[in-house]
């Protein structure tokens, strides 16, 4: 056994660490499951959409006014967070010349949408806030389901928590058809269909990562993201064919219930059930892959498991990801790659409403811009490394929003920023590819699923600033968002040179091998030569 594979890892070669058992899984788990769950996840992006819209002024049907001679006689113009002038979006003239606010309600531009969910509690103007609002309980349910998930994964196991997940996300989703009569009732149902967001990705992610190849868990990420990235590209094209926010977001929901009936296919990590000294459990889990895979149960597999070195230390959930320096070091830096990840993601697809153009293609294109970035990323990770391919992604997210920053406020240039948006997109989702891929090698197996989500938490915390700098940007000027994901950017790029390569690197799968993971990488992440690693660097003693 050589340097880079452990015990654990010779025992899943022995069952098969790459045969059908795990090409099943990756059919159903890594790529069907992201595709549907991305549709649930994200399709109350497109039911919030806000068309275009002005003060409803009675009378019209009794002239022989055009629209825009209407809106000439009984509308005052004003310049928009771009510096556009334009008609009024919420005041009218009272008669005369005296300006007030709308007073019989709004007409809304249907050229694309037909019905959405602000079209019908009429959240525009003084109320467009509620959006706002409905974007952030969706976050603060992500950040609290993400950290009880994210706890009970790695408590309870991977597999109890998947199901618990597609249970709370489609119940959760179809709660909002029936609570949209009431606003808090339809804050609440957002949040607690949110809960499962991240876990409902992740306990499938990390099993199949722990039953897979080393050198596989580049293309286990990749296929993942393709499936989401599909199932994001499908949603705008599913409202722009429903055009009605209720059919649309049952449409994209219900399909999820399926997964409930992958029981038999969906097995607990066999690494996770050494870990926790669960033998009898995690010999009739191998069994299950070597019998799809052909293979013969080792002799005496069941002392081997028993036999697994293992340390005598404590694991105490979120605080084992700062038991020792380099350990919170890297927590750290992961940390803010997914927070500048997660901002600059929910601005730029928050935000994709408001660009120039056909909206659905917009949103269309942005997730199309995915695509790419998984196959690039996978092969950039595999070949110069996740370090610099980390580094050289939020690189070119934040020269691309200083390009958006110098046109942003000339009217003949909106098209080419909806250009450069779908650039974005495609840099933060390389990022976002690397920073996932590193996090789920940079942490142990004992608490893999809790750093992943603490991850999440943060990044759902960053998240919820995103809709109001979106607010800001749709209300007073156009810059903000771009401006607050340039600064993220740069910071991404910082921090990812603090972190380790792990390119063909094995899992650590304790907290004492986490603290000397990297130990032996100069700045550049090149291998030095080091024959220990201080104590210090080991543990911090508590």
Not at 60 to 89: A, C, Q
Not at 202 to 227: C, F, N, V, W, Y
Not at 493 to 512: A, D, M, R, S, V
Request: aromatic share 14%.
């Amino acid at each position: 056994m050589d340097e880079d594979t452990s015990e654990i890892d010779a025992i899943i070669e022995s069952v098969g660490n790459e045969g059908k058992f795990q090409y099943r899984f990756y059919i159903i788990f890594s790529f069907l499951l992201p595709l549907f769950a991305a549709m649930p996840t994200q399709n109350f992006i497109n039911a919030l959409a806000i068309p275009d819209h002005w003060c409803f002024v009675p009378g019209r049907e009794f002239t022989n006014f055009t629209l825009g001679e209407w809106k000439l006689l009984h509308l005052p113009k004003e310049y928009d967070s771009i510096g556009v002038l334009g008609y009024s979006k919420c005041k009218m003239f009272n008669g005369s010349s005296e300006v007030i606010k709308c007073q019989h309600g709004w007409e809304f531009d249907k050229t694309w949408y037909e019905m959405t969910i602000p079209m019908q509690k009429a959240w525009v103007c003084d109320d467009s806030f509620q959006v706002t609002n409905t974007f952030i309980f969706s976050k603060i349910g992500e950040a609290i389901g993400t950290f009880i998930f994210g706890q009970l994964a790695d408590t309870i196991g991977r597999k109890p928590v998947f199901f618990m997940s597609v249970m709370t996300v489609v119940v959760g989703r179809m709660l909002l058809i029936f609570t949209s009569f009431s606003t808090i009732l339809f804050f609440l149902a957002m949040s607690f269909g949110s809960f499962s967001t991240n876990s409902i990705l992740q306990s499938p992610l990390i099993t199949g990562l722990e039953i897979s190849k080393t050198d596989k868990r580049a293309r286990i990420a990749m296929i993942h993201s393709i499936g989401g990235t599909i199932g994001y590209c499908i949603l705008p094209l599913a409202m722009w064919w429903l055009n009605d926010w209720k059919l649309f977001t049952a449409v994209t929901t219900l399909p999820c219930i399926l997964f409930m009936l992958t029981v038999k296919f969906f097995i607990e990590s066999p690494r996770w059930l050494a870990s926790k000294g669960k033998t009898s459990r995690c010999v009739k889990e191998l069994g299950k892959i070597a019998k799809i895979n052909g293979k013969e149960l080792p002799e005496n597999l069941a002392y081997d498991i028993s036999n697994l070195p293992k340390e005598d230390e404590k694991v105490y959930g979120v605080l084992g990801l700062f038991s020792s320096w380099r350990l919170s070091k890297n927590t750290l830096c992961l940390m803010s790659g997914w927070a500048s990840t997660t901002f600059i993601f929910v601005t730029l697809t928050f935000n994709v409403t408001n660009l120039e153009g056909n909206p659905f293609m917009n949103f269309f294109w942005q997730g199309a811009a995915e695509l790419p970035a998984w196959f690039i990323g996978k092969y950039a990770c595999d070949k110069i490394g996740r370090r610099w391919t980390n580094i050289s992604a939020f690189l070119a997210t934040f020269v691309g929003c200083l390009f958006i920053l110098v046109i942003i406020h000339d009217e003949t240039q909106q098209l080419t920023v909806s250009a450069i948006c779908v650039f974005l997109k495609f840099c933060v989702a390389f990022a976002s590819y690397v920073v996932n891929l590193q996090s789920m090698e940079i942490y142990p197996t004992c608490i893999r699923q809790v750093g992943i989500s603490l991850g999440g938490i943060l990044a759902n915390v960053s998240g919820i600033m995103a809709p109001y700098v979106v607010f800001l940007g749709i209300e007073i000027d156009a810059s903000y968002p771009y401006a607050l994901s340039a600064i993220l950017g740069f910071l991404g790029i910082i921090f990812g040179l603090f972190l380790p390569e792990t390119l063909n690197h094995k899992l650590p799968e304790t907290l004492t091998e986490a603290a000397a993971f990297g130990a032996n990488q100069n700045f550049f992440g090149k291998e030095k030569r080091r024959d220990t690693v201080d104590q210090y660097e080991m543990s911090l003693k508590s």
